[in-house]
């Protein structure tokens, strides 16, 4: 089975149902991580990861705090990339092989932040961007102003690699951040203080769900 000629096939056919970001990580290493069954996992030694891209206009006018277009966009963005994510799965399956669609936005806890998996670390191993200050994995071509989904598989595939690039000088999502959470190491975000502040907006009616977008709009490429 040629791994590269499985890659392009379904690079293409992803990109076909809109996908912006493709790229393909093994998960043999953390897969241990994952909040996901032993059955459904057994088989699978790939993630495929797809970023879907949002819009710069509406990202546009959000200033210090997120707007409802943003929060309608951000819905629609998080269906369109689960149906191009179903869609690509049954491609795999169709071929023969295995796959398992994890959603874009599905988490378990919010207070401890953890979900099925990590789309932006599977990300990050797809060779997709780096995990940027603002603790969003961030592109070169488009920075943090994406979603994520993932797909996990057996199909042979070629391995992307992880990009050996970071933020650089660039500070603007830390003088801009409304909580004050992001820091020049991103291992020093504040999750607490980012996670006070999406409930502060939820309180207020801002939007119904705990998301901002202030860091996504300001990152937007190297």
């Known amino acids: 089975m040629d791994k590269n000629k499985n ?35 057994s088989e699978l030694d790939k993630a495929l990861c797809l970023g879907m891209r949002l819009a710069q206009s509406i990202l546009a006018e ?3 705090a997120p707007t409802r277009l943003y929060f309608h966009h951000y819905r629609t963005v998080n269906a369109a990339l689960d149906q191009a994510a179903l869609k690509t799965a049954n491609f795999i399956q169709n071929k023969g ?10 988490i378990l806890d919010w207070e401890n932040q953890t979900a099925h998996l990590s789309h932006k670390k599977l990300g990050v191993f797809a060779g997709l961007g780096w995990i940027g200050r603002n603790n969003l994995l961030v592109n070169k071509k488009i920075g943090s102003q994406f ?37 020049d190491k991103p291992a020093d975000f504040g999750h607490i203080k980012c996670f006070d502040k999406l409930k502060e907006f939820q309180k207020n009616k801002l939007v119904d769900q705990y998301i901002c977008g202030v860091c996504v709009n300001v990152c937007k490429s190297k």
Request: with cysteine; aromatic share 6%; charged share 20%.
């Open 147 to 183: 979603r994520l989904a993932t797909i996990l598989t057996d199909m042979p595939l070629k391995l992307d690699q992880p990009v050996k690039e970071d933020c650089g000088n660039c500070r603007l999502c830390v003088n801009i951040c409304p909580a004050q959470a992001i820091k």
């Open 7 to 41: 890659y392009v096939g379904l690079k293409k056919f992803a990109q076909s149902q809109g996908i912006d970001l493709f790229g393909v990580a093994d998960i043999q290493s953390v897969k241990n991580d994952f909040k996901l069954s032993e059955n459904l996992l």
């Open 62 to 64: 959000i200033s210090n």
């Open 97 to 106: 092989f295995r796959a398992l669609p994890i959603p874009a936005s599905i």
